[in-house]
């Protein structure tokens, strides 16, 4: 698992691999990650939109941006967290991921950038 903290807000990240799904003749690789974000601040936020670079062992970076995380825009008060899980297709069998999520402080309307933990995807087979 992958963690890292920014401003009071804390995001973990693992993955899996879905062989179920993908076709490396193909070069078609899925993947699943879950993410947990928990808001150890002391104000109340609220995840407003994300931000990620998607790269692959060809040195292709996909970017993707957008407005919160799978179709929510979740509002965390001090103590809670929220979970998700998404999924990324890559041409090769070894990439990563990483970015960030902009998020609002409600109490005075203010945004900060948090971070999300560059993470590897890789197919098991790989790591033998």
Not at 1 to 21: A, E, F, H, K, R
Not at 42 to 54: N, P
Request: proline share 5%; glycine share 8%.
């Amino acid at each position: 698992m992958n963690t890292i903290s920014t401003q009071g807000v804390t995001v973990s990240v693992t993955t899996n691999y879905l062989p179920d799904y993908s076709s490396p003749s193909q070069e078609h690789y899925v993947f699943a990650y879950k993410i947990a974000i928990r808001n150890d601040s002391e104000y109340t936020v609220k995840l407003l939109r994300r931000h990620w670079y998607i790269y692959d062992a060809n040195g292709v970076v996909r970017e993707v941006e957008g407005e919160g995380v799978v179709g929510q825009q979740p509002v965390l008060e001090p103590g809670e967290s929220h979970q998700y899980v998404s999924g990324c297709n890559l041409k090769t069998g070894v990439g990563k991921m990483r970015g960030t999520y902009q998020m609002e402080r409600l109490v005075d309307g203010s945004h900060f950038d948090v971070d999300i933990p560059e993470f590897t995807l890789i197919v098991p087979f790989r790591l033998n």
